[in-house]
C-alpha cells in the first residue's frame, strides 16, 4: 500500500468519534490539505476513491475480521482456541471486555467504528463530487464511476453491518423486519442519527444499490476475463459487481424473484466462469466479481497462515475437522476445495491450514465470487433447476454428478446449501452469515461440539455508540456539513 495516496477521515460510529465529538477530522500537520484544494483535480478524486478501498484492507475490516478471521470463528470454522480463551463458547461473549482469548467485544467495536469510518470516506467522496465533479471532471463516465463506487461500498458496509447487526432469519420471519439496529448515513458530518428498522435498513440499501448500477450502466457489457486500458476492474466495483450485490440483497430479503434474476443476470454476462481447477488460485481469482489488493499479503498473512510447526497457533483445522467440512472419505479429496493446491496438510501435526492467502499470486481478498451467484438461482428455484446450479458448482469443483445432491424441497435445497457454502467459502467470511440469515441453530455438522442459539447471532451495539451514536426523535439532528472541510491525506 506504499506510495498511494488517500482521504482519512476521523473513525465515527453513526455519529460517534473515535476520538472526541469535536475532533472530526484527523489532521497530520505535514499533510493538511483543504478539501477545496484537493478535489481541484482528478487525482485529488482518484486519490480519496482509491483510499476509500484501502481503508478496506484494514485488520478490523475486510483485511482481517469480515473476512477469514472474525467472521469465520463465530461460524467455528477453525480449531484454534486463542491462548486466554477458556473454550470454544467464549467467542460469544458479546458484552465484557478482556485482555486475551477472543475479545469478541472489542473486535466488534472495532469492526463498526471501522465501517461507519469507510461510509464516511464515500459519503465525503459523494460531497465533493456534486460540488465539484463537473467543474473538475469533464469525462462523464469519469464521474459516473467514481459516484456508482461510491454508492457500492457505502452499500455494501452497511449491508454487512445489517448481517452483523441486524435480526435473525430476516427473510423468514416477517415479525422482526421492525427491528430498530442500525444508522444509515450518508452524510459526512457529525450530526446524530436515529437506530432504523431493518426493513428501512434494506430499502436504503437497494437504493442506493440501483443508483450505482445506473451510473455503471456504461459498462453493463464489461467482459471481467479481460484485462483493459483502465486496469482489472475486478479490485473495483463494477456494473456486474453491483448486480450481484444486489442479488444477495435481494436473497436476504426474501425478495426471491428478484435475486434469482439478479444472479442469472451477471451469470450471464460477467464474462466470468466457474474453474475446475485451483493450481496457482486456490482463492479463486478467476471468480472474483470484486475484491480488495492487500499490499505484500504473503509477508503480512503469516501471522494468521502458516503449515510449518507453528500451526497450532494460527487459523488451523484438525484432519477431523478437515473431513467434516469438506465431506471427504478416505485419505483425499476428489473436490479441488480440499486438494494440496487449497489446503495444506501438516501431516505430524494432523493438522491443516488453507493456502487462499499464502499462496494468492494476486493478493486479493474477494468481496464477492461468482459461484455465490448459482447458490442464489438454486435458493430460489424449483425442481431440476435448483438441482442443475448448486450440481453445476459441485461438478466443476471435480464432484462426480453420479453424488449430485437433490433440490426438489425446500429443506434439501437447504440443506444441501448448507453443506455448499461451508466448502466453497471457507476463510472467506460468509458462513456465518448463510446460518444467520436462515436461522439455523442447532448443533454444528463441523463442529459438534458446539449447538448455536438465537442470542449467538445477535451482537449489542458498540458502548460508544448507545452513548453517543443516535437520537430518539424521528427526524435527523443535522449539523452544518459545511463546517468540517478539513480534510488529511496520508502517504502510505
Known sequence: MKNKTYILIAAIAGSTLLSSCSDWFDISPKT?????????TENGFMSALTGTYLLMTNEESYGADLSFALADQLAQMYDMIPEGAIDRYSIYNYTQSTNGGYNTKGRLERIWLSSYNIIANA???????????????PDENKRNMIRGEALAIRAFIHFDLLR???????????DIRSTKCMPYRTVADKSKKPLLPASDIVAKIITDLEAAKECLAYEENLDLSAYNIEGDRRFRFNYHAVNATLARVHNYAGNSSEAKRLALDVIDNCGLDLKNSNDNDPILFGETLCGISVFQMLDNYTTYFD????????????????GRIFEISGSESDDMRARSAAIT???????????????????VIPLIRLPEMYYIVCENSEGDEASYHINHVRNRRGISSSNDVSCDTPEKRIKALNSEYRKEFYAEGQYFHFLKSHGLTGELYHCPEVSLTNENFIFPLPDAEKEYGWTNEEEDTTEDEESNEETSTDNL
Request: aromatic content about 12%; cysteine-free; glycine content about 4%.
Open 32 to 40: 493538511d490539505v483543504k478539501a477545496e484544494e484537493f478535489f481541484d
Open 123 to 137: 459519503n465525503n467522496l459523494l460531497k465533493w463530487l456534486d460540488k465539484k465533479g463537473e467543474e473538475v471532471l
Open 164 to 174: 452483523y447487526w441486524g435480526p435473525v432469519n430476516y427473510a423468514g420471519n416477517p
Open 345 to 363: 496438510r501438516n501431516n505430524d501435526r494432523q493438522m491443516a491450514i488453507t493456502n487462499k492467502y499464502i499462496d494468492n499470486d494476486n493478493e
Open 307 to 322: 503449515a510449518s510447526d507453528k500451526i497450532q497457533t494460527k487459523y488451523h483445522i484438525t484432519f477431523t475437522t478437515l
